[in-house]
C-alpha cells in the first residue's frame, strides 16, 4: 500500500525524521527536536496529537527464524514534555510469532490507545503486531507485509493488511484485505493502490461539507 494514500491534510500537525532525529511541527508555531540520539529511522503521531511512537535501532541484531536480523524498539515519546519511554523491546525467537525484529507499517487505531506494526518473521511475509499504549501489552494477530488502518467511516478502526496466500493449485498471489482489530477477515479488498484508494473513498471519506441549515425563528 502506498503511503499517499494515508498523506497527513497540508497544515496539520505533523512529525518527520531528518538524520535519525524525530521532530515535531506544530499547525502553528516553531518545531521542536523530540529525540536527539540520531537512531531513529519512523516517527507516526497519533490522532489526538498527544503521543508520537518511533522506530528506533539500537545497533544490535537478534536470532530469528531468518537468520540475524536488525533489532529494533518501538519508543512512544510525550510530544508535550518530550519524554520517551520504551513500548516494544528487540526479542529473536526461532518461532516466527514471536519474533520482535524490523519493525515497519507503524500505524495508531483512532482511538491513540493500540499500535500496531509490521515484524520479520517467515520467508514470504512478516507478522503483524498489536501492542497497548497505556500499558505495553504486546500481542501477535496474524501474518502480514503491511498494515494500515481504516480511519473513518463503517470499518473505522479496522486493519488493511497485505498478505501472501496460495491457490488451492499452485502458485500464490499478494492481496489486501480487510480484518478486524482482533484480526478475524471480513474480506479481500484488492491487489492494487487503486483498489485500496476505492475502497477508502468508498467507506473512509470525510463527510462533505455542504451548506448548512439554520433553524428559523
Not at 526461532?94 to 519474533?99: D, K, L, V
Amino acid at each position: 500500500m502506498s503511503a499517499s494514500l494515508f498523506a497527513i491534510p497540508a497544515g496539520a500537525q505533523r512529525v518527520e525524521v531528518a538524520h535519525g532525529n524525530v521532530r515535531y511541527v506544530p499547525a502553528s508555531g516553531p518545531a521542536r527536536v523530540l529525540t536527539t540520539g540520531g537512531r531513529d529511522s519512523v516517527a507516526v503521531l497519533s490522532p489526538d496529537g498527544r503521543t508520537v511512537v518511533v522506530v528506533r535501532y539500537t545497533g544490535r541484531t537478534v536470532q530469528t527464524a531468518l537468520d540475524e536480523s536488525p533489532a529494533t524498539d518501538l519508543v512512544r515519546v510525550d510530544v508535550r514534555t518530550g519524554v520517551a519511554r520504551g513500548l516494544v523491546r528487540a526479542r529473536g525467537s526461532a518461532t516466527p510469532e514471536r519474533t520482535l525484529a524490523s519493525f515497519s507499517d507503524v500505524a495508531f487505531s483512532p482511538d491513540s490507545r493500540t499500535v500496531y506494526f509490521v515484524s520479520g518473521a517467515w520467508v514470504v511475509s512478516g507478522a503483524v503486531h498489536a501492542v497497548d499504549v497505556a500499558t505495553g501489552r504486546e500481542r501477535y494477530l496474524m501474518p502480514g507485509n503491511s498494515v494500515a488502518v481504516v480511519p473513518r467511516g463503517k470499518y473505522r478502526g479496522h486493519l488493511m493488511v497485505g498478505q501472501h496466500r496460495y491457490f488451492l493449485g499452485q502458485g500464490s498471489y499478494d492481496w489486501v484485505w480487510l480484518m478486524t482489530p482482533a484480526g478475524r477477515q471480513v474480506g479481500p479488498i484488492g491487489e492494487t493502490d487503486e483498489q485500496v484508494a476505492e475502497f477508502l473513498e468508498t467507506y473512509a471519506s470525510p463527510p462533505s461539507s455542504g451548506p448548512v441549515s439554520h433553524p428559523q425563528r
